[in-house]
């Protein structure tokens, strides 16, 4: 895990027609397949049916218990046992963003669906570590005595107390970032399942306003976690990333206004920075909100939130060397920020120019710096250049990604992967039992931990491949994050999109702590023949105005009634007048999404749509039962 470290939306989008280009060299669709899969190795709680990294089994099965809470599930950070909630938060904000701008890529690749599952493993936590609007969970163990053990996950016998923040004891970093993860992640659940989506966001409204309302640092209340995630750059920046991240999934104008209002006091405006990761998001919250200025949202804020964009300008020429002051380089050219755990900067850096690049090139702009303007695409260059240095483009010739390539690590600082796995030998590996048999075993890993991103080399590019060599060798689930967007936006090229086209949402009610919810909605079948063993069903979810306009939102469940599986669907779809989302057209009629192959007996598929009308008329053109 990173330690004592010092001092970022997108509505889902349409697709427009233009040339896609694709880059060579490395395999990025299987380095994005293996990346997440990282993720899973992971877990913590009861594992699922459908786990594939098949040497872990479940763990910390009564976390929360003796705070009369439940806390089991979430992921451990890194190498350890331990659940730190910071971390673990930057980490689902930033796979969420990953897939907000890139899920399509993704979805080519298989792969859309994994994510997905990843970033739900994390928020589903994140729900049950928030019982109450004013209280937040953020950390179960702890540091000191999970490190003097070296033990299997499912063999823990450390201490595994829970710890949390609320009005006496504040943490505005930490719920302002877990605000930002649940926001972020409503929206990458918006269409596939919109009430997990609306939950998210009710979480995330009540954890900002407790960030808001009482502050201070989290560190200063979990007084445990200082010496592992200390926040040394205060919670201001979580608190604008929080706001940057509301408006994004809201559409609410409070928090635009609240960048606006806040952006020269909380710093947003005033620092010029040089790195970004869990503890400093100034980098993250001055790209979306030039974002916000590109897309032609500011209004009269646009004075303010052009002093944002130049930030975020000055943050994107330092990293490709041609600012006022560049961030530091290796001789092989990876970006050079710490010894311990170099690699978070390199790939949370790396997906701000990667999404800066296409934010540019979609409103025709270029990159302002100190030594002249430069074309967006240098920055995707840039990204490409780091990328391919951590899977194996270096003097050493070697992948820093675990299961990559022929020359990876194999001696990971990780419990769970350099001890032999419990259904391989269920006998209990105690507690310093482990330091003596596994930890200093001078031998490859029982288990490969696919996918983790460790720590990587030094400042001259020098990486010792040894278990006790924590700052090289351990790996953290906030490594893995952002490389997930960079790698899809690799593996797939532009893909076709305009990344500052915002799809229309509605606006929310202003911001309290309870949600007003929801009308029931009523049911509306489609006719379909008696015979057909396809259901269609379609439900008004929502309504807003816009600009004179009433929009719909329409939630359309297509649901097979027989005992065989359906295959090859095809929908026709009339009087539809606005975007659709959850199937794939082919000609003149729909099918299933690309991540969809079948419909099992009786499974559903759930599609929706956006426009000013009565509900489409939706039936069932043909279908093979299998």
Same mark, same amino acid.
């Given at each position: 895990?990173?330690?004592?470290?010092?001092?970022?939306?997108?509505?889902?989008?349409?697709?427009?027609?233009?040339?896609?280009?694709?880059?060579?060299?490395?395999?990025?669709?299987?380095?994005?397949?293996?990346?997440?899969?990282?993720?899973?190795?992971?877990?913590?709680?009861?594992?699922?049916?459908?786990?594939?990294?098949?040497?872990? =089994?479940?763990?910390?099965?009564?976390?929360?218990?003796?705070?009369?809470?439940?806390?089991? !599930?979430?992921?451990?950070?890194?190498?350890?046992?331990?659940?730190?909630?910071?971390?673990?938060?930057?980490?689902?904000?930033?796979?969420? /963003?990953?897939?907000?701008?890139? !899920?399509?890529?993704?979805?080519?690749?298989?792969?859309?669906?994994?994510?997905?599952?990843?970033?739900?493993?994390?928020?589903?936590?994140?729900?049950?570590?928030?019982? @109450?609007?004013?209280?937040?969970?953020?950390?179960?163990?702890?540091?000191?005595?999970?490190?003097?053990?070296?033990?299997?996950?499912?063999?823990?016998?450390?201490?595994?107390?829970?710890?949390?923040?609320?009005?006496?004891?504040?943490?505005?970093?930490?719920?302002?970032?877990?605000?930002?993860?649940?926001?972020?992640?409503?929206? $990458?659940?918006?269409?596939?399942?919109?009430?997990?989506?609306?939950?998210?966001?009710?979480?995330?409204?009540?954890?900002?306003?407790?960030?808001?309302?009482?502050?201070?640092?989290?560190?200063?209340?979990?007084?445990?976690?200082?010496?592992?995630?200390?926040?040394?750059?205060?919670?201001?920046?979580?608190?604008?990333?929080?706001? =940057? /991240?509301?408006?994004?999934?809201?559409?609410?104008?409070?928090?635009?206004?609240?960048?606006?209002?806040?952006?020269?006091?909380?710093?947003?405006? !005033? /620092?010029?920075?040089?790195?970004?990761? #869990?503890?400093?998001?100034?980098?993250? $919250?001055?790209?979306?909100? =030039?974002?916000?200025?590109? @897309?032609?949202?500011?209004?009269?804020?646009?004075?303010?939130?052009?002093?944002?964009?130049?930030?975020?300008?000055?943050?994107?020429?330092?990293?490709?060397?041609?600012?006022?002051?560049?961030?530091?380089?290796?001789?092989?050219?990876?970006?050079?920020?710490?010894?311990?755990?170099?690699?978070?900067?390199?790939?949370?850096?790396?997906?701000?120019?990667?999404?800066?690049?296409?934010?540019?090139?979609?409103?025709?702009?270029?990159?302002?710096?100190?030594?002249?303007?430069?074309?967006?695409?240098?920055?995707?260059?840039? =990204?490409?250049?780091?990328?391919?240095?951590?899977?194996?483009?270096?003097?050493?010739?070697?992948?820093?990604?675990?299961?990559?390539?022929?020359?990876?690590?194999?001696?990971?600082?990780?419990?769970?992967?350099?001890?032999?796995?419990?259904?391989?030998?269920?006998?209990?590996?105690?507690?310093?039992?482990?330091?003596?048999?596994?930890?200093?075993?001078?031998?490859?890993?029982?288990?490969?931990?696919?996918?983790?991103?460790?720590?990587?080399?030094?400042?001259?590019?020098?990486?010792?491949?040894?278990?006790?060599?924590?700052?090289?060798?351990?790996?953290?689930?906030?490594?893995?994050?952002?490389?997930?967007?960079?790698?899809?936006?690799?593996?797939?090229?532009?893909?076709?999109?305009?990344?500052?086209?915002?799809?229309?949402?509605?606006?929310?009610?202003?911001?309290?702590?309870?949600?007003?919810?929801?009308?029931?909605?009523? /049911?509306?079948?489609?006719?379909?023949?008696?015979?057909?063993?396809?259901?269609?069903?379609?439900?008004?979810?929502?309504? #807003?105005?816009?600009?004179?306009?009433?929009?719909?939102?329409?939630?359309? $469940?297509?649901?097979?009634?027989?005992?065989?599986?359906?295959?090859?669907?095809?929908?026709?779809?009339?009087?539809?007048?606005?975007?659709?989302?959850?199937?794939?057209?082919? !000609?003149?009629?729909?099918?299933?999404?690309?991540?969809?192959?079948?419909?099992?007996?009786?499974?559903?598929?759930?599609?929706?749509?956006?426009?000013?009308?009565?509900?489409?008329?939706?039936?069932?053109?043909?279908?093979?039962?299998?």
């Amino acid at each position: 895990m990173g330690k004592l470290m010092r001092l970022i939306s997108m509505a889902p989008l349409f697709l427009l027609l233009c040339l896609p280009f694709a880059f060579g060299g490395h395999d990025y669709n299987q380095a994005l397949s293996k990346s997440i899969l990282f993720f899973e190795a992971q877990r913590s709680g009861y594992l699922p049916h459908n786990q594939r990294i098949t040497w872990r =089994a479940n763990s910390g099965l009564n976390d929360g218990k003796a705070s009369g809470v439940d806390l089991v !599930g979430g992921y451990y950070d890194a190498g350890d046992n331990v659940k730190f909630g910071l971390p673990m938060a930057f980490t689902i904000t930033m796979m969420s /963003w990953s897939i907000i701008e890139y !899920g399509k890529q993704m979805a080519a690749n298989g792969e859309l669906g994994h994510a997905m599952e990843a970033v739900k493993w994390g928020t589903d936590y994140f729900i049950k570590a928030h019982p @109450q609007p004013y209280v937040l969970y953020g950390e179960v163990g702890d540091g000191n005595s999970d490190h003097y053990c070296w033990q299997r996950p499912e063999d823990m016998t450390t201490d595994r107390r829970a710890y949390k923040i609320d009005p006496s004891n504040p943490g505005s970093d930490l719920a302002g970032e877990t605000a930002a993860a649940m926001a972020a992640a409503s929206i $990458v659940f918006r269409r596939s399942n919109p009430a997990y989506s609306r939950e998210l966001l009710r979480h995330a409204y009540q954890l900002f306003e407790f960030a808001d309302k009482y502050r201070g640092k989290y560190d200063s209340s979990i007084t445990v976690a200082q010496k592992f995630y200390r926040s040394i750059s205060g919670y201001n920046d979580e608190l604008l990333w929080a706001a =940057a /991240w509301l408006y994004q999934a809201s559409n609410n104008k409070y928090y635009l206004n609240y960048l606006a209002k806040n952006g020269d006091s909380m710093g947003g405006t !005033g /620092w010029a920075m040089t790195e970004f990761g #869990w503890d400093v998001k100034y980098a993250g $919250v001055q790209t979306l909100v =030039a974002k916000f200025l590109m @897309q032609g949202k500011a209004g009269h804020h646009a004075p303010v939130f052009e002093k944002y964009r130049q930030k975020a300008e000055y943050f994107m020429c330092s990293l490709i060397g041609k600012g006022s002051r560049n961030i530091q380089r290796t001789p092989g050219g990876l970006i050079y920020r710490q010894r311990w755990n170099n690699m978070q900067f390199v790939t949370s850096a790396s997906f701000l120019a990667t999404v800066y690049s296409d934010y540019l090139t979609s409103y025709r702009g270029s990159l302002k710096c100190a030594a002249g303007n430069v074309a967006p695409s240098e920055l995707l260059s840039f =990204a490409k250049s780091q990328v391919d240095y951590l899977l194996g483009d270096n003097p050493r010739a070697t992948s820093y990604m675990v299961g990559y390539g022929n020359n990876y690590p194999r001696q990971v600082h990780h419990r769970g992967s350099s001890i032999v796995s419990i259904k391989v030998n269920p006998k209990f590996v105690a507690c310093r039992q482990g330091y003596a048999t596994w930890y200093t075993r001078k031998a490859s890993d029982p288990n490969v931990l696919t996918g983790a991103l460790v720590g990587g080399p030094d400042a001259y590019d020098n990486f010792a491949d040894e278990r006790d060599n924590y700052e090289q060798t351990e790996p953290a689930t906030y490594n893995n994050a952002p490389l997930l967007g960079i790698l899809a936006r690799l593996a797939g090229g532009h893909g076709g999109y305009n990344q500052l086209l915002p799809v229309v949402s509605p606006a929310s009610n202003p911001v309290i702590a309870k949600l007003k919810p929801a009308p029931k909605p009523k /049911w509306t079948p489609t006719p379909a023949s008696s015979s057909s063993p396809i259901t269609i069903n379609q439900k008004m979810t929502t309504s #807003w105005n816009h600009k004179g306009k009433t929009y719909y939102r329409y939630s359309t $469940v297509v649901t097979n009634k027989s005992y065989k599986t359906v295959k090859a669907l095809k929908l026709s779809i009339s009087k539809l007048y606005g975007p659709i989302w959850g199937l794939t057209k082919s !000609g003149n009629s729909y099918g299933f999404p690309e991540w969809l192959n079948t419909l099992p007996a009786g499974k559903s598929l759930e599609f929706v749509y956006i426009h000013a009308a009565s509900p489409a008329d939706v039936s069932v053109s043909s279908y093979n039962l299998a």
